[in-house]
């Protein structure tokens, strides 16, 4: 009988789907955070990779062509997005496109939800297109919280990990300074051109120096940023009801997809913190210690000895990458906090504690909705004045998050909104959030009489 993996279906996703090295590679990156794609690829290309963004939301329609409805929203728009760019790749250099050149950067997660399907699925889709058969699909995972060997040669591996997480808190500051600043901007326009100044510094600087790993300089245009960000706030405008988000990544994340919900929620006259990126990176990196240390005790009560040893030193690794993203976060907030009063960013720890003191879930059952539920808890703890929790239609651990959170938040009589994004245009969708806001505002105002 023949093996089922040595069938070409299979051969094709095991062979196609991978982690490749990179090096000399077109490797093109979903612009799921717009900055932090922007970033991400800058990191990339001072290791010799030459990363570009694709263009979002432009191949929708061919997304939705060849997926059946039944596939998470944000898989239709990153398919979309990469058959729209490689046509257009195709059309553009013509009888020179050479497949074989370019990679499609897609992670995944292990676990029970469908994104660690996305990029088998989308394997099957590209090979529909003789043309795009031999473009290869590169993954980092959360099974091995992210590692990046075996996309970059190892002694590179860890030095781009490290400058992508500092990218990462990079961004996450950067957009902390906006929702912090821009509800109250004297000039309107002024935040996002000064941010978009600091990232176009941040990319040239990454570009050319980053594996150099420039912190001192990338900490010095954030903190120059939130300097000059202070000086654009009207201090006469009243703060505003402070709206938490939380919820899938992708959604949250890609204005394109939850149709710039943090700017609606502006416009109607709230002050927004979304959860950071760093949030996802931090949690997956702590269940890398909690699945070790689960394994450590396996393996001594089973008296498998022999695996105790490697898998201690695993643990001790992953010890010590936490402590560095620990500092390195720490060490990012402190240079913008001194400046300016952004929202400081929740610790997965203390996210963890609350889960187990209020027995209301636990990171044992993993995905995002830890985190969502966790978080919300922690908005709520911060004086928050309403919590939107933004997913894909259908999403499996948004849709527990939100059984959860509804009648607790109800109990505390704290606005909550869920809101569900696939393409289509809700007519409903501004005057629920409108409502909303308006709720969290008459919420402010109760706290502030002392009611
Ligand atoms: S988190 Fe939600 S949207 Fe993402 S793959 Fe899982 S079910 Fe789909």
Redesign the pocket.
């Given at each position: 009988m023949t093996n089922v993996l040595e069938h070409p279906t299979f051969k094709r996703i095991t062979d196609r789907v991978g982690k490749f090295n990179l090096k000399g590679k077109k490797l093109l990156i979903p612009d799921m955070a717009p900055i932090g794609a922007r970033l991400f690829a800058a990191s990339f290309r001072s290791f010799g990779v030459d990363a570009e963004v694709m263009e979002t939301c432009k191949g929708l329609d061919l997304g939705k062509a060849f997926t059946s409805g039944k596939e998470?929203?944000?898989?239709q728009v990153t398919l979309g997005d990469v058959l729209f760019h490689l046509n257009r790749e195709k059309e553009r250099l013509g009888k020179d496109f050479s497949p074989e050149n370019y990679v499609y950067f897609l992670p995944e997660?292990d676990g029970p939800?469908?994104?660690g399907m996305?990029n088998k699925f989308q394997r099957l889709v590209l090979d529909r297109f003789p043309q795009f058969a031999d473009v290869r699909i590169a993954y980092l995972s959360t099974a091995d919280a992210y590692s990046t060997e075996g996309i970059l040669p190892p002694e590179e591996a860890s030095l781009f990990r490290k400058l992508s997480y500092v990218g990462m808190v990079v961004v996450d500051v950067l957009d902390r300074i906006t929702w912090r600043v821009r509800p109250y901007e004297r000039i309107p326009g002024s935040t996002d051109r000064l941010i978009e100044e600091a990232v176009r510094k941040l990319e040239a600087l990454l570009s050319e120096r980053g594996r150099k790993l420039p912190f001192k300089e990338m900490y010095e245009i954030v903190e120059d940023t939130a300097e000059k960000a202070k000086a654009l706030i009207d201090y006469r405008i009243p703060r505003k009801p402070k709206i938490g988000i939380v919820g899938?990544i992708?959604?949250r994340t890609h204005p394109g997809s939850n149709q710039n919900l943090i700017r609606l929620i502006e416009r109607f006259g709230g002050e927004v913190v979304n959860a950071s990126l760093s949030e996802w990176f931090n949690f997956v990196s702590y269940e890398g210690l909690r699945k070790l240390s689960r394994e450590i005790r396996l393996a001594w009560h089973l008296r498998y000895h022999r695996s105790l040893w490697p898998f201690t030193k695993r643990l001790i690794a992953q010890g010590l990458e936490v402590g560095y993203q620990t500092i390195r976060q720490r060490q990012v907030y402190r240079r913008v906090l001194d400046k300016l009063d952004i929202q400081p960013d929740h610790s997965v720890w203390r996210i963890e504690s609350h889960l187990r003191k209020s027995g209301l879930f636990s990171f044992q059952i993993g995905?995002?909705a830890a985190l969502s539920i966790g978080g919300a808890i922690e908005y709520i703890l911060e004086g928050f004045d309403g919590i939107v929790n933004v997913?894909?239609f259908?999403?499996?651990?948004?849709t527990v998050c939100a059984a959860i959170l509804r009648p607790i938040l109800a109990r505390y009589r704290i606005p909550y909104l869920d809101v569900a994004y696939d393409d289509s245009i809700q007519p409903n969708r501004e005057m629920a959030i409108r409502t909303f806001v308006y709720q969290a505002s008459q919420r402010r105002f109760q706290k502030a009489k002392g009611a």
């Open positions: 998470c929203y944000p898989c997660a939800c469908r994104f996305y899938e992708y959604l995905t995002e997913f894909p259908t999403c499996m651990p948004s």
